[in-house]
């Protein structure tokens, strides 16, 4: 395995990445149909609310939808998909409890913490995030990892969105870094592996997706791997 050299910044994506995106979104969903008492089974929604909603980000970061057309969108065409019935009302309502209850919930992945308080002793650590502003920043001071990053680059703050180069390049700024010697980490191969290779910055892409990658791109399945390349 090349280990990658000359770092000394390293920049991570927050969710999928080390927040378990997945795990607490599927909490605060149960959180939200108790309170709203929608008797619908949660695994049921999620296997429709979860392709849509990566379709959704998708539109998002190309900048064809709004936040508030993601946020009712996902959701209305999540409860179509399974034959539920919901009036525009209650998706409003549900969208805000979303927003408030998934923060309430910060299970990060295998290694996260580990990995962190290793690398912060050696590197400056830094979040380039395409989520909404205010949940990411909650998100990071609940489960306590916040301590560890030195910058945190948000995609609504600088008006674009992963891959943009402007998201990165406004980033690396931030952090008086150079693409020479910054490293992006990440899941999501379009907005985060792509996004830092447009820039001159070095990636490591992982892949908690699964999806077939590129032979040249560095890669992990776990976390505890980054050690590998650095």
Not at 166 to 171: G, T
Request: aromatic content about 12%; proline content about 3%.
């Amino acid at each position: 395995m090349t280990k990658i050299k000359d770092i000394e910044h390293i920049f991570f994506d927050l969710d999928h990445t080390l927040w378990d995106f997945d795990r607490n979104s599927r909490l605060a969903f149960a959180d939200i149909f108790q309170k709203n008492k929608i008797d619908v089974a949660i695994d049921d929604f999620l296997g429709a609310y979860e392709p849509i909603n990566f379709q959704y980000w998708k539109y998002y970061r190309e900048s064809r939808i709004t936040k508030k057309q993601l946020r009712y969108g996902r959701l209305k065409n999540s409860f179509k998909a399974i034959g539920v019935s919901i009036d525009d009302h209650l998706i409003d309502r549900l969208s805000v409890d979303y927003i408030d209850y998934l923060p309430k919930h910060n299970y990060l992945f295998d290694g996260a913490v580990e990995q962190l308080e290793d690398l912060h002793k050696r590197f400056k650590l830094h979040i380039i995030t395409n989520g909404f502003q205010e949940v990411q920043q909650l998100k990071l001071q609940n489960s306590k990892i916040d301590h560890y990053f030195k910058t945190v680059t948000s995609s609504e703050s600088v008006g674009v969105k992963k891959p943009d180069s402007k998201i990165f390049l406004h980033a690396m700024d931030q952090a008086a870094a150079m693409p020479e010697n910054s490293l992006m980490i990440g899941d999501n191969y379009e907005a985060d592996i792509e996004g830092a290779l447009n820039v001159g910055m070095r990636s490591i892409c992982f892949n908690y997706h699964k999806t077939e990658l590129p032979p040249s791109i560095h890669k992990i399945d776990f976390l505890s791997e980054i050690s590998r390349y650095l």
